[in-house]
């Protein structure tokens, strides 16, 4: 992913806490041909060995390409930006305003049964969590879960790079970026208050420093 140094995020610690914030991400693979499915991704974090776990359906072609190099991409809130926005502060043109993560690192079948069933309870545990009565696989019948974990594969991807792009206008002059900040705040979208939030989030800092 191309980021521009003032939008690049090195801290991991706050990369991973995004990931696992917006965890619904885009798995791309290259083999005979490329595919890309959206999926629900676990992150699970052992020293400094970092994996994602995901499961598609056994009848999704990209399930036969996951024994290989694989990239992982997160999306967060995004907006566009009018010049408009800017008053006299700077010439300039119109852009978008986004947080993405990229993971890249190598993926693997999960060939043990009993792990793609422990994939499978872990992912509806840690989703069902904010529940107020959480669901569990075992409110199933489990010969109805081991059927439809025969129609699943699960795979992990150990990380080998972890990219983080947070462009927030943090090279933009102070005028142009309070002026942005106004007037996404005024939008009715959640994106576009989204992002005036983290922009106001990131000038504040800039400002005790």
């Given at each position: 992913?191309?980021?521009p140094k003032?939008?690049?995020?090195?801290?991991?610690?706050?990369?991973?806490?995004?990931?696992?914030?917006?965890?619904?991400?885009?798995?791309?693979?290259?083999?005979?041909?490329?595919?890309?499915?959206?999926?629900?991704?676990?992150?699970?974090?052992e020293g400094?060995?970092?994996?994602?776990?995901?499961?598609?359906?056994?009848?999704?072609?990209?399930?036969?390409?996951?024994?290989?190099?694989?990239?992982?991409?997160?999306?967060?809130?995004?907006?566009?930006?009018?010049?408009?926005?800017?008053?006299?502060?700077?010439?300039?043109?119109?852009?978008?305003?986004?947080?993405?993560?990229?993971?890249?690192?190598?993926?693997?079948?999960?060939?043990?049964?009993e792990e793609?069933?422990?994939?499978?309870?872990?992912?509806?545990?840690?989703?069902?969590?904010?529940?107020?009565?959480?669901?569990?696989?075992?409110?199933?019948?489990?010969?109805?879960?081991?059927?439809?974990?025969?129609?699943?594969?699960?795979?992990?991807?150990?990380?080998?790079?972890?990219?983080?792009?947070?462009?927030?206008?943090?090279?933009?002059?102070?005028?142009?970026?309070?002026?942005?900040?106004?007037?996404?705040?005024?939008?009715?979208?959640?994106?576009?208050?989204?992002?005036?939030?983290?922009?106001?989030?990131?000038?504040?800092?800039?400002?005790?420093?």
């Open positions: 992913m191309y980021v003032p939008y690049q995020m090195n801290d991991m610690e706050i990369t991973l806490d995004f990931i696992r914030r917006n965890s619904f991400g885009l798995l791309i693979t290259h083999s005979a041909r490329s595919a890309a499915t959206p999926l629900p991704f676990l992150v699970k974090q400094d060995s970092i994996r994602l776990y995901g499961h598609l359906a056994r009848a999704n072609p990209q399930s036969q390409e996951l024994d290989g190099e694989a990239l992982v991409v997160f999306s967060g809130p995004h907006a566009y930006i009018s010049p408009t926005w800017y008053g006299d502060a700077i010439p300039e043109v119109p852009t978008w305003n986004y947080q993405s993560a990229h993971v890249y690192g190598r993926c693997s079948i999960l060939a043990d049964p793609v069933l422990k994939l499978l309870e872990d992912t509806i545990d840690y989703y069902e969590s904010s529940q107020q009565k959480p669901w569990s696989l075992t409110n199933v019948d489990p010969a109805y879960v081991q059927r439809l974990a025969k129609h699943i594969v699960g795979f992990s991807i150990e990380a080998t790079q972890i990219e983080g792009a947070w462009k927030l206008h943090q090279d933009y002059p102070l005028e142009a970026r309070r002026g942005a900040i106004a007037a996404l705040g005024q939008r009715s979208d959640d994106n576009s208050r989204l992002i005036a939030k983290l922009m106001q989030e990131r000038l504040d800092e800039t400002n005790d420093g």
